[in-house]
């Protein structure tokens, strides 16, 4: 028999890929800086410190639900290897576009995330 948690995290990282792929596709010729992937990484800390701080008590007896929302469906939405790839590609072409990119990732993760954990408090 199949462990719930694993079929939840499976059923979430398909539909979390899926929704990665077809917003990165929407957004990635927009501009220089690989802003489809600065996008879902953006969001995916958003949304993850907002289920964390909205549903962490809530959902702690649902650990196949717990699971396959945090780390099926946001883990695959999110992607720090696309992230890492294009960033190191964009070095040699354009330094700056490059270190923008990375700050943008780095503190604009940060924000957002806080920015989730705020929004998830409010909404108790």
Request: hydrophobic share 50%; aromatic share 12%; glycine share 10%.
């Amino acid at each position: 028999m199949i462990n719930p948690v694993y079929l939840a995290v499976a059923i979430g990282g398909g539909i979390g890929s899926i929704l990665r792929y077809s917003l990165s596709s929407l957004i990635y010729p927009i501009s220089d800086i690989p802003a489809g992937t600065l996008t879902v990484n953006l969001m995916g800390c958003f949304l993850l410190s907002f289920f964390y701080q909205m549903f962490s008590q809530r959902l702690q007896n649902h650990p196949s639900l717990q699971k396959g929302i945090a780390t099926g469906l946001i883990g695959s939405f999110t992607t720090f290897s696309a992230f890492s790839a294009e960033f190191v590609q964009l070095v040699p072409d354009d330094l700056f576009i490059a270190m923008v990119y990375l700050l943008t990732t780095i503190f604009g993760g940060l924000a957002m995330t806080s920015l989730g954990l705020t929004a998830g408090r409010r909404s108790k």
